[in-house]
């Protein structure tokens, strides 16, 4: 169903990939938007109990997409160096390949973003959640397909 990976000698494990996802900053979600043209946005998120989650507002583009077409691409990368005299670039990529849902926000979920990404009181991160919470919206990704890559 999903095609190999074509350069198999620069596959990365899976226990790699799911590194990369953990420690990632930023993904880029894709998702079939209007007229059949591809719509790429980058997002904020969180691997989570083995799905990919982000949060975002309750309507949208991309929540239209993913209304209309549940599957999705969600690519992340680091360690990117260009290596000009070797013309070459090092680089590590994950590219996951999935069904999106939208569903309603948990505390649990919420709390596992902000800690990801903000060093703040457990305390002030709880009122935070309970204030926001009715006016968010995650998306949660089921992996069917992933794949890492090193350069």
């Known amino acids: 169903m999903f095609r190999p990976l074509r350069r198999i000698d620069k596959q990365m494990t899976s226990e790699d990939s799911i590194a990369l996802l953990k420690r990632g900053r930023e993904g880029i979600l894709g998702t079939i938007g209007d007229q059949g043209y591809p719509y790429t946005v980058v997002v904020n998120y969180v691997y989570f109990q083995g799905k990919?989650?982000?949060?975002?507002?309750?309507?949208?583009?991309?929540?239209?997409?993913?209304?209309?077409?549940?599957?999705?691409?969600?690519?992340?990368?680091?360690?990117?160096?260009?290596?000009?005299?070797?013309?070459?670039?090092?680089?590590?990529?994950?590219?996951?390949?999935?069904?999106?849902?939208?569903?309603?926000?948990?505390?649990?979920?919420?709390?596992?973003?902000?800690?990801?990404?903000?060093?703040?009181?457990?305390?002030?991160?709880?009122?935070y959640i309970k204030r926001e919470i009715s006016e968010t919206a995650v998306v949660e990704i089921e992996i069917e397909h992933m794949t890492g890559k090193k350069g």
């Open 52 to 127: 990919i989650y982000f949060h975002c507002a309750r309507e949208g583009h991309k929540i239209d997409n993913i209304n209309k077409y549940d599957k999705v691409s969600f690519s992340v990368y680091d360690h990117v160096e260009v290596v000009g005299e070797q013309l070459n670039t090092h680089y590590q990529s994950v590219l996951v390949f999935g069904k999106a849902t939208v569903i309603s926000p948990t505390a649990e979920i919420l709390m596992a973003l902000i800690r990801k990404y903000v060093d703040m009181d457990i305390e002030k991160a709880t009122e």
